[in-house]
């Protein structure tokens, strides 16, 4: 079955736009779910998140994927500052990268870890061993997937974590030599927008 992947990110921006990254993960999943595609969060949608991870599997779901990669804009009320007067609140969407397409991302180079998974989700999360650690050992770059129920599952989700890691470090390295993070984050703001959504209700426009 086919299968792609979205990066949900909010980039360098507030609160606010990480509260987006959230809400928009579960407007994803219902548009998905109304062309019948399968949607799954492959992260706990935690509205603290800086970015999460979904997967779209189905026929037309590079379709789907492709009418959403770019900049979203929401337009609202700051959900946390009521005085805020900023209306417009941008994300990022993009597709993440397969760890086959990430060279240096050597099987033989990454170190697993089963590891007692922590924090919300329910007596799965505080009972099971099924959370996994994958560091890749000549970097040292290190990420942790806990949401998936078998150590399988989370063992993929870990090393796809670990190819985002590798591509956002590469990203940054180029973009250091030329701007700095505020920089990054008003690219993303000033880029085109491919949809806008507006209210609580995230009503598309």
């Known amino acids: 079955m086919r299968e792609v992947i979205l990066h949900i990110s909010a980039g360098q921006g507030p609160g606010e736009c990480r509260w987006v990254v959230a809400n928009l993960a579960r407007v994803f999943a219902k548009e998905a779910n109304s062309q019948r595609l399968q949607c799954e969060l492959l992260e706990q949608a935690d509205e603290?998140?800086?970015s999460l991870l979904l997967s779209i599997t189905g026929d037309?779901?590079?379709n789907f994927a492709a009418e959403r990669v770019g900049t979203i804009r929401w337009i609202g009320n700051s959900p946390?500052?009521?005085r805020h007067k900023r209306k417009n609140w941008y994300v990022g969407v993009g597709l993440a990268p397969s760890p086959g397409d990430t060279p240096q991302l050597k099987e033989g180079d990454i170190k697993?870890?089963?590891i007692r998974a922590s924090g919300p989700g329910g007596q799965h999360v505080n009972k099971t061993d099924s959370a996994v650690r994958a560091t890749h050992e000549p970097t040292g770059l290190s990420v942790v997937s806990q949401e998936q129920r078998s150590q399988f599952a989370n063992k993929k989700i870990a090393r796809l974590k670990l190819a985002l890691a590798f591509e956002e470090r590469r990203k940054s390295g180029e973009a250091s030599?030329?701007?700095?993070l505020w920089e990054q984050n008003r690219d993303?703001?000033?880029g085109n927008e491919v949809r806008c959504y507006e209210g609580v209700k995230f009503v598309l426009r």
């Open 48 to 50: 603290k998140a800086a």
């Open 60 to 62: 037309g779901c590079e």
């Open 80 to 82: 946390f500052r009521p």
């Open 112 to 114: 697993y870890q089963a």
């Open 177 to 180: 030599a030329k701007t700095d």
């Open 188 to 190: 993303l703001e000033r």
